[in-house]
Nanobody
Framework: QVQLVESGGGLVQAGGSLRLACEAS????????MGWFRQAPGKERESVGSINWLDGRTYYADSVKGRFTISRDNAKNTVYLLMNGLKPEDTAVYYC????????????????????WGQGTQVTVSS
């Protein structure tokens, strides 16, 4: 069992930055693919990005590519989402998720591939 706790959300002006963190319980964090998803009011949950456990390869949605960066610190059981150049359309609840499989380009964005989810943290970007 893995428990995930997100932090770092808040209110920021357009163009600003935030760094989200997701701390995981358990001793096998280093063998989980970690993903970030978001859900805006009235919209479906969408994938943001992911980082695999094997070589740290990252994947991003086109909407955030070049602005967001995912990283992980296995010693701290934590995955990060650095968000730069934030836009009002980035406003959403952001969730981290952990998947036991080694996810790649074809499946990193599929929510069903993730076995554990955090409670989410709100990110609000004002214009």
């Amino acid at each position: 069992q893995v428990q995930l706790v997100e932090s770092g959300g808040g209110l920021v002006q357009a163009g600003g930055s935030l760094r989200l963190a997701c701390e995981a319980s358990g001793r096998t964090f280093s063998t989980y693919s970690m993903g970030w998803f978001r859900q805006a009011p009235g919209k479906e949950r969408e994938s943001v990005g992911s980082i695999n456990w094997l070589d740290g390869r990252t994947y991003y949605a086109d909407s955030v590519k070049g602005r967001f960066t995912i990283s992980r610190d296995n010693a701290k059981n934590t995955v990060y989402l650095l968000m730069n150049g934030l836009k009002p359309e980035d406003t959403a609840v952001y969730y981290c998720a952990a998947g036991r499989r080694l996810l790649g380009a074809s499946d990193w964005g599929t929510s069903n591939e993730y076995n554990y989810w955090g409670q989410g943290t709100q990110v609000t970007v004002s214009s």
